[in-house]
């Protein structure tokens, strides 16, 4: 019976990730503006984007001929390797952005917990049977190993965005979500790019191509809705102190 290559293959595929995080510059400054009380969302989309650009590097030096049975990338490997990778990337994702979101909030007087959105299954495991399709060669494989692993990295981004900012908006405060094309993306890019209040956002403003660098944030203010009339007040004191108690620790949500 030949040996299971997947927990040692595994362990080299995450102690390469984990090295290129401690010694990756970009992540060292985004770490900097949080210990320095500047960090803002726009990091958090950065500090995704560079764990994805990492996690690609690293599979793709241990998924090689040399170590894959018949030089195949096999779905049952992809399962055990790439899909807990991309769940370990998520959570650092999602937990990186808290932390930022949490601060920011605090310096608005805003007392909520965010709420960690789940992980995208049907997403990853889609991406990993396209790079494991019947017949595909390794370079096909790894193709699918390069970009739309920063772009999913990305992705997990989007979906903390467009979770809370339901979440604050469904809480009767007020919410804005900006797209910020970057480096001139594309046409389309273009033409979605800008801030609009959370109920006039365009549908598909999380939606991102390939390499598509495009950052989503979003932004929530005491200012309080009122969600039949639509009116807006400020918040006081009491009201925020309430919702404190109310919602006191993260929650998970799926993303719709």
């Not at 950065?46 to 599979?59: C, N, T």
């Not at 989007?158 to 594309?186: L, P, Q, Y």
């Not at 046409?187 to 390499?211: K, L, M, V």
Request: overall charge negative; proline content about 4%; aromatic content about 8%.
């Amino acid at each position: 019976m030949a040996a299971d290559i997947v927990p040692e293959l595994y362990e080299a595929i995450m102690e390469d990730f984990q090295n290129g995080v401690e010694e990756s510059i970009r992540i060292g400054r985004i770490t900097d503006r949080i210990r320095d009380g500047t960090a803002t969302l726009t990091d958090a989309h950065d500090y995704a984007e560079e764990l994805g650009e990492i996690l690609s590097r690293s599979l793709k030096t241990h998924l090689t001929a040399e170590t894959l049975p018949n030089s195949t990338l096999y779905y049952n490997i992809a399962q055990r390797t790439v899909i807990p990778a991309l769940r370990q990337n998520h959570d650092m994702v999602t937990e990186l952005a808290g932390v930022i979101q949490k601060m920011l909030d605090e310096k608005n007087g805003i007392y909520l917990s965010f709420i960690k959105p789940d992980f995208p299954e049907s997403r990853v495991d889609d991406l990993v049977r396209k790079m494991t399709e019947s017949g595909r060669t390794l370079d096909e494989s790894l193709i699918w190993i390069g970009e739309p692993i920063v772009n999913n990295s990305e992705a997990f981004m989007d979906d903390f965005v467009r979770t809370n900012a339901r979440f604050k908006h469904d809480s009767g405060m007020r919410a804005t979500i900006t797209r910020e094309s970057r480096w001139n993306c594309c046409e389309w890019c273009q033409r979605i790019s800008g801030t609009f209040d959370y109920e006039n956002a365009p549908e598909n403003i999380y939606r991102r191509h390939e390499h598509c660098r495009c950052v989503v944030t979003y932004h929530s203010d005491r200012k309080s809705q009122n969600v039949w009339t639509k009116e807006i007040w400020e918040s006081s004191p009491e009201e925020l102190e309430r919702r404190k108690k109310i919602v006191f620790t993260p929650r998970r949500a799926s993303v719709g």
